[in-house]
């Protein structure tokens, strides 16, 4: 299957990367990679890089935020797109 990696989805991958590759909740990306930081169109954006596989969401991360759904982690396909 063919991914197309898009410009909104380029920008979550190098703001994980920056943020050390972890962030504590797909909110923190939602607001960093939607436009004028809008979450809705960054958790589209957030979904997007779930199903790409260029990161991952693991629930009992150490940095998981305790009122989401756990940490966004980016893995080392997404790297290749920071």
Not at 18 to 32: D, Y
Not at 47 to 60: E, M, P, V
Request: proline letters at 6%; hydrophobic letters at 40%; glycine letters at 10%.
């Amino acid at each position: 299957m063919n991914q197309r990696i898009g410009p909104a989805m380029k920008s979550a991958c190098r703001y994980l990367a920056a943020v050390g590759g972890v962030a504590p909740s797909a909110l923190q990306v939602a607001e960093a990679c939607g436009p004028h930081h809008s979450r809705q169109y960054g958790y589209r954006t957030v979904s997007r890089l779930l199903i790409a596989g260029l990161a991952r969401r693991i629930h009992d991360h150490p940095l998981a935020s305790p009122h989401g759904v756990g940490a966004v982690v980016l893995t080392d396909k997404g790297r290749e797109y920071a």
